[in-house]
């Protein structure tokens, strides 16, 4: 089945660090713009960072920018989500997905976009 994997949550103190990761299975990263989508209970997702298939074409959502950094690996198949200066509010849990348009290589800003999210890992960060 073609997929993503995320992984790299946990539990960490205010202050500190997590880098995520989201592997494509079957699925190419460098082919698509891929988010990372956050939820946390009783609230909304949340599109927090994205890069497009044009690796300069990069958004993030002003409560994490200046904190995290998305990249991605062509190599290993994979894009990357560091996490610096982690708050408690970051506290959810953490979905990478695909967007594509043919012949658009920008990015993409609203969830709708998205398709094919992972199944998640939980990041947790103590006060």
């Known amino acids: 089945q073609d997929q993503f994997v995320e992984s790299g949550g946990g539990l960490v103190e205010s202050g500190g660090s997590l880098r995520l990761a989201c592997q494509g299975s079957?699925?190419?990263?460098?082919?698509?713009?891929i988010g990372w989508i956050r939820q946390a209970p009783g609230k909304e997702r949340e599109l927090i960072a994205c890069?497009?298939?044009?690796?300069?074409?990069?958004y993030y959502a002003e409560s994490v920018k200046g904190r995290f950094t998305i990249s991605r690996d062509n190599g290993k198949n994979t894009v990357y989500l560091q996490m610096n200066s982690l708050k408690p509010e970051d506290s959810a849990v953490y979905y990478c997905?695909?967007?594509?348009?043919?012949?658009?290589?920008?990015?993409?800003?609203?969830?709708?976009?998205?398709?094919?999210w992972g199944q998640g890992t939980q990041v947790t960060v103590s006060s």
């Open positions: 997905a695909k967007a594509y348009i043919p012949g658009y290589n920008g990015g993409y800003y609203h969830i709708s976009d998205f398709d094919s």
């Open positions: 079957g699925l190419s990263v460098n082919r698509y713009a």
């Open positions: 890069i497009g298939r044009d690796p300069s074409s990069i």
